[in-house]
């Protein structure tokens, strides 16, 4: 259990070690290292005894975070040109950096403080992507690293979690770190969260990670590099070892975690792929993979797993009536606050006190502390995003292509569990995806800043 806490230090002392030295891949090293595992690292640093060093472990993920992002600020060469999305993230940033000065809401300043980071460090991490120096990058090392977290998760879920049948998480600490430290009450069977079963007691695994639901978001990371990698040419894409064992992984992964919102955006990624790249082989496939699927739940599978998906589909078990409550309690309280109740009033530090409000909707977290019309700016940066993308998707090449289709299958893959779980909470997940965001209007600008399109010979230079 000791590498847990050993690795994540680690890699923030390396990451930040190139960060001084002026080297942008000390962000990547921390980030794919380090926060995968971060809420494990963490228990266990409480589990051995050493809870007073824990907010310093904490706060070294901002440490990363500002240290990146004043970095690149203090090594710009010249003023960069600013994109639509650029001003869009700076209008949020600054509008919830005005909830944070001004006393609305309940809560203290430095509750307000901790709400803001949480809802508000995305700009940031969002930003050391855009302007920091592409070439720095290098996109195969990153997708590749990535890949390897995906199969060292489902090593561990295989044989540390499912063959035992026992949650890695009732070893590490878990639950008496967050009842500590978030004021957490123990539910459902096991010692842990309702979120680690399902309805019919079904154990639901989160290996590394922090729960179920970040491990199969993680896996929608995942999938969404290794169809960046193969592009136009899956069907007859040579994957490597290394591609081939991470795919495996991710269905290895997506199936023990049991998370339905995850698990149908990861078959949607794959439909999505298969339009996008115009592959009617993939696409006829999957036409009659739906109907094989719709018929074995009619004909053949039964009892419980059966009653399972069909109480999903119908919103009647206690998750999906879990889930509407929430999102019903949470309208209603935009509806009565639309300019919100102040930070605080959802998501971490709501949950700490025992008063949130909708806390299981992204969107509704952010409407209910800020208001309707930050939620609305939000929802703009999201779908302008993948619009970029799909703008210039058409016109790249090599390395750039990649990474565009990277992000836009990333913001599709996180449009329903956004809608399901508090996807902010889930540091890995959350710090990738705006940092590669970042990275693609980068790569995007640098051609309409040189005011020519880029030559493949000279591609490599802005990302490797």
Not at 248 to 270: K, P
Request: charged share 15%.
């Amino acid at each position: 259990m000791f590498l847990f806490p050993v690795i994540y230090i680690a890699s923030f002392i390396y990451g930040a070690y190139l960060l001084l030295r002026k080297d942008i891949r000390g962000f990547p090293v921390f980030v794919v290292g380090g926060l995968p595992i971060y809420i494990q690292a963490l228990s266990v640093t409480h589990l051995y005894g050493f809870a007073s060093i824990i907010p310093l472990l904490q706060g070294c993920k901002e440490i990363i975070a500002i240290g990146s992002l004043s970095m690149v600020v203090f090594t710009l060469e010249r003023r960069p040109k600013w994109h639509s999305v650029d001003q869009w993230m700076l209008v949020f940033l600054g509008i919830t950096f005005l909830y944070l000065l001004l006393p609305i809401g309940p809560y203290p300043f430095m509750s307000r403080l901790l709400a803001f980071k949480a809802l508000s460090m995305f700009p940031l991490i969002y930003f050391a992507g855009r302007f920091c120096k592409a070439a720095d990058i290098n996109l195969n090392h990153l997708f590749s690293w990535i890949c390897i977290v995906t199969i060292t998760a489902a090593v561990v879920l295989i044989f540390v979690e499912w063959i035992p049948y026992e949650h890695l998480h009732t070893k590490t600490g878990f639950m008496d770190f967050h009842v500590q430290f978030f004021n957490a009450e123990q539910s459902g069977n096991y010692g842990l969260f309702w979120t680690f079963e399902t309805e019919t007691g079904f154990k639901r695994f989160g290996s590394i990670f922090s729960s179920p639901l970040e491990l199969a978001a993680s896996t929608v990371l995942t999938l969404s590099v290794l169809l960046a990698l193969a592009g136009d040419r899956f069907m007859h894409f040579r994957f490597t070892d290394l591609y081939t064992a991470s795919l495996l992984a991710t269905l290895t992964c997506i199936l023990l975690a049991v998370s339905r919102a995850s698990m149908i955006n990861y078959f949607i990624l794959f439909y999505c792929f298969a339009h996008l790249t115009r592959q009617k082989k993939l696409v006829h496939f999957f036409h009659l993979a739906f109907i094989a699927v719709v018929l074995l739940l009619i004909f053949v599978v039964k009892g419980d797993i059966l009653s399972f998906v069909v109480d999903t589909l119908r919103f009647q078990n206690a998750s999906s009536i879990g889930h509407v409550l929430e999102w019903m309690n949470g309208l209603q309280a935009m509806a009565a606050h639309p300019f919100g109740m102040g930070l605080g009033s959802s998501g971490r530090v709501a949950m700490e006190t025992n008063d949130n409000i909708g806390g299981e909707n992204q969107l509704i977290i952010i409407g209910v502390q800020t208001g309707i019309p930050v939620l609305l700016v939000y929802v703009f940066i999201y779908f302008l995003l993948l619009q970029t993308g799909f703008r210039n998707l058409g016109k790249a090449r090599g390395k750039k292509r990649r990474l565009i289709m990277a992000v836009i299958f990333l913001k599709i893959g996180m449009l329903i569990p956004l809608l399901t779980s508090y996807i902010d909470s889930f540091n890995y997940i959350t710090y990738t995806i705006n940092f590669l965001s970042g990275l693609m209007i980068n790569v995007i600008m640098y051609r309409e800043e040189n005011e020519q399109e880029i030559p493949n010979d000279v591609e490599a230079v802005s990302i490797k």
